[in-house]
Nanobody, 115 residues
Framework: QVQLVESGGGLVQFGGSLRLSCAAS????????MGWYRQAPRRQREFVAE?????NTNYAESVKGRFTISRDSNAVYLEMNSLKPEDTAVYYC???????????WGQGTQVTVSS
């Protein structure tokens, strides 16, 4: 089992920045893929960014050039710049573990961008 705890959310003005963190604990070996998803009110959860154990990254088109994902052995981070009101959502940390292919979700952290 892997436990994920996010932090760093909050209220920020248009154009501002936030840094989200997600700390993994428990059986944290084999965390091949770590990433972030978000869910705005009345919308489905959507992919934001991911990073492999080798450092390869992938971003949603809507955040490219503004968000940067990084990781270390047991945590994943999301640096968010030039924030817009449409970035307002609950942000969830997600990890995929190998070789079991089990995945885990954090409890979410609220990000609110005021216009």
């Amino acid at each position: 089992q892997v436990q994920l705890v996010e932090s760093g959310g909050g209220l920020v003005q248009f154009g501002g920045s936030l840094r989200l963190s997600c700390a993994a604990s428990g059986s944290i070996s084999g965390l091949e893929l770590m990433g972030w998803y978000r869910q705005a009110p009345r919308r489905q959860r959507e992919f934001v960014a991911e990073i492999t154990s080798g450092g390869n990254t992938n971003y949603a088109e809507s955040v490219k050039g503004r968000f940067t994902i990084s990781r270390d052995s047991n945590a994943v981070y999301l640096e968010m710049n030039s924030l817009k009101p449409e970035d307002t959502a609950v942000y969830y940390c997600h990890v995929l573990q190998q070789p079991s292919w089990l995945d885990y979700w954090g409890q979410g952290t609220q990000v609110t961008v005021s216009s």
